[in-house]
């Protein structure tokens, strides 16, 4: 059995008996002082409140927060919105679930981008830079959790393949902006910006919810990513000292400023323009992903974005009044 019904399309009053991703779970009283379960369930169209409110001592301990789960369930309306109340929940079987219907993922398709991203690798001139490249990618356990790694669990990026989306992004604009800058290393600049994220690719777990590994909460990517390079650079014959510090301060310092988690700021050209390229194409992300998730289209401005601190103008597809002419 496989899923066959995504939340987007439920309308009230049908009957919904699918496969879900629990990404909330708590109990609660109505108030009569009936206990109930509230669930939040997620797919990759979307997310949608469940009610249990029958069976509550059966069913509590069926699920947790990150499991799949098989509901038997009716969509109702409550104050406008579509929930489902749920009759009955199992456990999904491994075999019943693919992650892909449950996580957004990039819209390009995924072997074409990674292989533009090995065709970036190849033209990396300097010997000892280009095997420190594929010590990493030509890994092929690397490289499959290279492609279906997010590049954030919520501000930019964040669905499957979305590292190597904004990896690629990246070095395409670096790869632009180095012609119009030739005294920076050009080879040393593309390495940092494939490289600069490398440690998110174990940063996150994304088997279930996108979330952050316990290693990822006591280290993170930016530290992680230099142990990372630290450990293959090691292993290749003469690598150069120096060359070595010069990459890892790209990734140390790719961040920008200290207070966003960077443990230095960028001092060298090479580090300054793969942390701006990095920055620009985090925040356009950012901008577009709200501006198509933000449910007000008649609006000219969508929700406040708490993490970008401001309201975002999309304009109007309406055209603009020409003004009046005076006689």
Not at 114 to 123: A, I, T
Not at 260 to 277: C, D, I, N, W, Y
Not at 288 to 304: L, Q, V
Request: hydrophobic share 35%.
């Amino acid at each position: 059995m496989k899923k066959s019904v995504f939340l987007k399309d439920i309308k009230a009053g049908d009957k919904v008996n699918d496969f879900f991703l629990v990404v909330e779970k708590n109990s609660a009283f109505s108030q009569k002082g009936t206990p109930y379960l509230n669930l939040r369930l997620k797919d990759r169209s979307g997310e949608m409140e469940a009610k249990v409110w029958d069976n509550v001592d059966k069913l509590e301990g069926v699920c947790k927060k990150g499991d799949y789960i098989f509901v038997r369930s009716r969509a109702v309306s409550y104050r406008n919105t579509i929930q489902l109340s749920l009759l009955d929940i199992r456990p999904a079987l491994p075999e019943e679930i693919d992650p892909l219907d449950y996580f957004p993922t990039i819209e390009g398709d995924v072997e074409t981008l990674y292989g533009e991203l090995m065709d970036y690798l190849d033209g990396v001139g300097d010997p000892y830079l280009n095997k420190l490249l594929h010590s990493f990618f030509d890994d092929e356990n690397f490289g499959t959790l290279f492609k279906r790694a997010p590049a954030a669990k919520g501000f930019h990026h964040n669905c499957l393949g979305g590292l190597l989306e904004h990896t690629l992004t990246v070095t395409r604009i670096l790869d632009s902006l180095l012609k119009l800058y030739p005294e920076v290393k050009r080879d040393l600049t593309m390495t940092g910006g494939i490289l600069h994220d490398i440690g998110k690719v174990y940063e996150f777990s994304y088997t279930g919810l996108i979330d952050y590994t316990d290693e990822g909460r006591l280290i993170g990517h930016i530290v992680m990513g230099v142990e990372m390079v630290d450990e293959k650079t090691t292993l290749i014959e003469g690598f150069p000292r120096q060359l070595a510090l010069e990459l890892r301060h790209i990734i140390l310092s790719h961040h920008g400023n200290l207070e966003f988690g960077s443990p230095k700021r960028p001092k060298t050209m090479e580090a300054m323009l793969v942390h701006q390229v990095d920055d620009l194409d985090a925040k356009l992300n950012a901008f577009r992903e709200f501006i198509k998730e933000s449910p007000d289209n008649s609006s000219r401005w969508t929700p406040y974005h708490r993490l970008l601190d401001r309201f975002i103008y999309r304009g109007s597809s309406e055209p603009e009044e020409e003004p009046e002419m005076l006689p």
